[in-house]
């Protein structure tokens, strides 16, 4: 059941997304006739000077407050989801906000610790930066070692009510979607807002985040190019982050960098090789590389700070990734394919020669390009979606990887336009696959690749799929045979498009909720 607290919490979302327009960015096709009324009615709420149709989400959600900044940053991450336009709305949400005062942030220490601040800390600076979730201030400790600068992150007071309670509302709307829409529950939006709520509850536990700053600093200490700061667990809690101040230049501010005499485009290429490491060596990587996160200290070392999205890779996918690059790098897309299938990731039912095709016709392209136009990113993007055509469904952790690579290799072009991602990336790889899959001369083996994954994978299908959707097009596109042609991926698109509008959905929800909220107070 949901309370009428729940009711005036959706009621305003409903009325916001009115006022800023929202509703009418849906595609009149996809309102029922009889419906068509009460979209006329919320649309008399709409605000005379509402943004540009692709912002107005974006303009909403921001409106609305942290919880939903964070739906809409999650969501931003699925456009199998949401659908393309809205993911690219989505990603425009920026989260900054105003700090919360100093005397509150006192309050949050001495509550957190049981003592007073000036027992914690020698002293508590003001707040530096500040985000939905935490603010960060400069303070200092003494300790046997003397006194030293630290950054301590606090968890925004009454945050945590405020998202659960904005969770449930979100949850509510999930569920009753499902139960009107068959495409709802295809969407699996109940599931969505779950893995909402367990991303966000993590990054509200600063101990995790202090754990995966532990465990990277573990991984990569031998790494020359890249460190990250310590936690000072004696100051850290579920609440209070206290960290190693870091003194470097962000590598958002260009003209510090170049000030500073750095060389970009060795930065570039270091920051391309040291995600594809994490990736592949440690499969735990930083999911959140803005360049707000990422700072370059005095001796040229990368230093990442905000450890609150990780994403981790298993044996399996590591190796699915390598294969993948390595067969893109050297060409070699038959082999590329048939170890897809002897592994049994590919179901035997497809045809080899019709996969390699298929990897062929993302992989040339790219070979013909110059070396500034090709994207690891879209490679991947596109990989995915043929690889959905022959009943290879996606993980998640891999989408979050691909999803991480397009902020990276932003970051990385803004430092060098004319990066050549595949040369940056050749020397990672290769030391990982002579790593672990033995002598790079027996790598020219078909039969090598295939038996060691084959030993990965062993019999468990090893992806999963990639979404009903999918595979409910895979027989209509792949009867005759798959022909890559520019109308079948053309169709795909077409058929992704109309289908992925959960957000019509949603909103058909709140319109209808809004509507009967109007009636209630009329009456
Ligand atoms: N260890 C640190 N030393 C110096 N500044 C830091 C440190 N950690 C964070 N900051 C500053 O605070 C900002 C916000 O911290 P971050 O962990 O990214 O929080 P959020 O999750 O709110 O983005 C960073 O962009 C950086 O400028
Ligand atoms: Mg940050």
């Known amino acids: 059941m949901i309370s009428a607290f729940h009711l005036v919490r959706i009621g305003r979302a409903a009325f916001i997304f009115a006022r800023e327009g929202v509703f009418s960015t849906i595609d009149p096709a996809l309102i029922p006739p009889a419906a068509r009324p009460l979209v006329r009615i919320v649309r008399l709420i709409e605000r005379p000077s509402i943004g540009a149709a692709d912002t107005r989400l974006s303009a909403a959600l921001t409106r609305l407050g942290p919880s939903y900044v964070k739906l809409g940053q999650f969501l931003a991450t699925r456009p199998d989801v949401v659908g393309a336009a809205a993911a690219h709305d989505l990603e425009r949400l920026q989260d900054q906000m105003p700090p919360f005062p100093q005397q509150e942030a006192e309050a949050a220490v001495a509550a957190s610790f049981g003592k007073p601040v000036s027992a914690v800390f020698a002293s508590f600076g003001p707040p530096v930066a500040a985000a939905s979730i935490a603010q960060v201030h ?5 300790n046997a070692g003397g006194r030293r600068a630290v950054a301590v992150k606090l968890l925004r007071p009454g945050i945590e009510r405020r998202f659960y309670a904005d969770l449930r509302a979100f949850d509510y709307v999930a569920r009753h979607a499902e139960d009107f829409s068959a495409e709802a529950r295809r969407l699996r939006l109940v599931e ?3 893995t909402l709520r367990r991303t966000v509850a993590i990054e509200m536990d600063f101990r995790l985040e202090a754990a995966a700053l532990s465990e990277m600093a573990e991984n990569t200490k031998d790494d020359p190019d890249f460190r990250v700061p310590a936690v000072d667990w004696d100051r850290t809690t579920k609440e209070v982050l206290t960290l190693e101040w870091i003194e470097a230049t962000p590598l958002s501010d260009r003209a510090r960098l170049l000030a500073k005499g750095f060389d970009l485009r060795q930065l570039a290429r270091a920051l391309m090789q040291t995600f594809l490491r994490h990736a ?18 005095d001796h040229g070392r990368l230093i990442a700070v905000d450890f609150g999205i990780m994403g981790r890779l298993g044996v399996k996918e ?10 893109f790098i ?3 897309y038959r082999r590329t394919a048939e170890v897809h299938f002897e592994a049994g990731y590919v179901p035997a039912h497809h045809s080899v020669e019709n996969f390699a095709q298929a990897i062929r016709a993302i992989g040339e392209p790219i070979h013909n390009r110059t070396a500034e136009d090709i994207s690891m990113a879209r490679l991947l993007t596109l990989l995915f979606e043929v690889t959905g055509l022959f009943d290879m469904r996606t993980r998640p952790e891999l989408l979050l990887l691909q999803k991480t690579m397009v902020v990276v290799e932003g970051v990385a072009r803004s430092l060098d336009p004319k990066l050549d991602i595949w040369s940056a990336a050749e020397p990672v790889v290769r030391e990982w696959m002579t790593r672990h899959l033995g002598p790079a001369g027996k790598l020219e083996g078909a039969a ?17 799929t990639r979404g009903v ?3 409910d097009q895979l027989d209509e596109i792949t009867r005759g045979g798959l022909v890559l042609s520019p109308e079948t991926i053309a169709d795909i698109d077409k058929r992704e498009g109309r289908r992925s509008r959960w957000s019509t959905i949603a909103l058909w929800v709140i319109a209808a909720l809004l509507l009967w909220i109007v009636i209630l107070l009329l009456r």
């Open 280 to 297: 592949l060596r440690d499969g735990f990587f930083h999911a959140d590389m803005h360049p707000g996160n990422l700072f370059v200290d």
């Open 138 to 142: 400069h303070a200092e400790v003494v």
């Open 469 to 471: 959707r999918v595979l």
């Open 448 to 464: 090598l690749g295939a038996a060691e994954i084959g030993r990965f994978v062993g019999n468990a299908p090893g992806l999963l």
């Open 330 to 332: 050297t060409r070699d």
């Open 318 to 327: 590591r190796l699915f990734l390598a294969e993948i690059l390595h067969g």
């Open 192 to 194: 969505v807002v779950d």
